[in-house]
């Protein structure tokens, strides 16, 4: 079936710091990929998406590339700030006439100021 | 526009017991897929309901029940209440009638502590 693999956390940075989440997928069809991220004590909240190969999602800085070739979508970005703490999932649906979001254990990630 | 509400956002209940959570999709929605959440864990899926049908089910038992209205909101019924059924239970909404390759958009989860 299908899943997603994530980067295991925690991961701990300073402000202004480089971060990347490694995530890669195994799916039968042709899924969307999903970022989502959870602050403390919240729901999911929708950070970026991308619906086909070579497709960049991008929000609020910071950007995903869907890599079909190496069942990729690392998200990343290039200046973090002490708000961008949380728990980001990856996840993916199974493209057309597939619903259900298949998630990542997810990886926790905490900036310093 | 009125995003995702769930209720309520924090329960308590015994072992043996029975649980009704509820949730109110985003304006627009007309399906509804349940989550759980074990601490620590990413969300597994529980189904989604379309149309008021169940439209798909992820691994659960059938103690796990739901029912969609007609104005799309939805219910999430548990029995007989296990203590690993202690989670947060996520509630989203999405527009495309479960078709995929569509955004679902989350509420805020209702916490469940089953003792």
């Known amino acids: 079936g299908d899943s997603v693999t994530q980067m295991e956390g925690p991961v701990t940075l300073s402000e202004e710091a480089f971060l990347t989440i490694n995530c890669t997928y195994t799916?039968?069809?042709?899924?969307?990929l999903f970022w989502y991220v959870q602050y403390p004590g919240e729901g999911l909240q929708l950070l970026l998406k991308a619906t086909k190969a070579d497709d960049k999602g991008s929000n609020k800085g910071f950007e995903a590339t869907y890599r079909k070739e190496t069942t990729s979508f690392h998200l990343e970005k290039g200046s973090v700030q002490v708000s961008d703490s949380a728990v980001y999932f990856c996840?993916?649906?199974?493209?057309?006439?597939?619903?259900?979001?298949?998630f990542g254990a997810g990886t926790t990630v905490t900036v310093r100021a | 526009e009125t995003g995702v509400t769930q209720s309520p956002t924090h329960l308590i209940k015994t072992r043996g017991q029975q649980v009704t959570l509820r949730c109110s999709s985003q304006s627009g929605h007309n399906t509804v897929s349940w989550y759980q959440q074990a601490l620590g864990q990413g969300p597994q899926f529980i189904f989604q309901y379309y149309r008021e049908e169940e439209n798909g089910r992820g691994n659960f038992p059938p103690r796990f029940s739901g029912l969609q209205f007609p104005n799309y909101s939805s219910e999430l019924n548990v029995n007989a209440l296990e203590l690993d059924d202690s989670a947060l239970y996520l509630c989203?909404?999405?527009?495309?009638?479960?078709?995929?390759?569509?955004?679902?958009?989350f509420g805020p989860g209702t916490r469940l502590l089953v003792l």
């Open positions: 996840a993916l649906d199974g493209g057309s006439n597939d619903y259900k979001l298949s």
């Open positions: 989203a909404s999405s527009s495309g009638g479960g078709l995929g390759q569509e955004t679902q958009y």
């Open positions: 799916a039968t069809g042709y899924p969307s």
